[in-house]
């Protein structure tokens, strides 16, 4: 376990280096855009090395106990958030933003026991891998909205204003965001499609309406209702990014809070 530790402290470090040379290139109007991707290219192989090594020992995946939760999906994100920063080059100035969100879970995932968990009957299915997979790649698509929302409202709060200036226009910015947005949609939905074939199978029922499900469905609606306001009544961008911004923390707080706090667990864990 201390291999696996120190590798996976070594990727923060990348992380957090990465993280501060994207702020500090956007309060000193540099464009280190090289070194940031570097960093965060070596911080996701560091981790990924970690994540196997703690997958061999255990034998199954991080799904258990927060800090493998937390572990897996620091990664997850942050690699989406890399794929689009590396093929999007208008959006690359918010690492700025993103990377500070990212930091909290870094710190919670720091704090966090590394001990094992147990790893219940029901976990033993390909739909597991599918079903996770799904919500990572939504959860790392509304992160990266959330990169594009920040810098909007960044600029009406007259924050970093002239600094941020060289980004696209607040129009342009919303209007990519919701893209992402919309991918994100797209594949809550499939989660939750997977999810409920998964507990049919399982369970002999598709849904039960208990804690995390109930959320679940609660933050595709509330996805779902962005989305459609933004495209039916044209709401500002101003407007637009609290949305996505709203999106984001009650989907965070679904996936990383309702599990743990709820005495009625998902059936899923059983």
């Known amino acids: 376990m201390e291999l696996e530790l120190s590798i996976l402290w070594a990727a923060i470090v ?29 911080g996701l192989l560091l981790h990924a090395v970690s994540i196997g ?24 994100l942050l690699l989406v958030f890399t794929l689009a920063y590396w093929r999007i080059r208008a959006i690359r100035p918010t690492a700025a933003v993103v990377m500070p969100v990212m930091f909290v879970m870094m710190g919670w995932l720091m704090v966090s026991n590394p001990g094992e968990g147990h790893f219940p009957p029901t976990y033993h299915t390909p739909l ?32 970093w204003r002239e600094r941020l200036a060289h980004l696209p226009a607040d129009e342009r910015l919303d209007d990519l965001a919701y893209r992402f947005m919309a991918l994100g949609l797209i594949f809550e939905t499939l989660m939750l499609v997977v999810g ?40 500002r961008p101003r407007t637009g990014a609290v949305m996505i911004l709203a999106v984001f923390v009650l989907a965070f707080l679904t996936f990383f809070g309702v599990p743990f706090i709820t005495t009625s667990p998902h059936k899923g864990a059983v």
């Open 196 to 235: 409920a074939i998964w507990a049919q199978d399982a369970w002999g029922r598709y849904w039960a309406w208990d804690p995390l499900e109930t959320w679940s469905f609660i933050t595709w609606l509330t996805l779902a209702f962005a989305i459609h306001l933004r495209f039916t009544l044209k709401t």
């Open 128 to 159: 597991l891998y599918i079903h996770v997979g799904l919500g990572k790649v939504f959860m790392g698509a509304v992160l990266v909205a959330v990169g594009m929302a920040g810098v909007i409202v960044l600029r009406a709060a007259g924050i």
């Open 53 to 76: 090594l703690r997958w061999v020992r255990l034998d199954h995946g991080p799904f258990l106990t927060m800090f493998e939760i937390l572990s897996s999906n620091v990664w997850s």
């Open 14 to 42: 990348a992380y957090v280096v990465s993280g501060t040379t994207a702020i500090f290139g956007v309060v000193l109007r540099r464009r280190p855009e090289r070194a940031v991707l570097g960093l965060l290219a070596a």
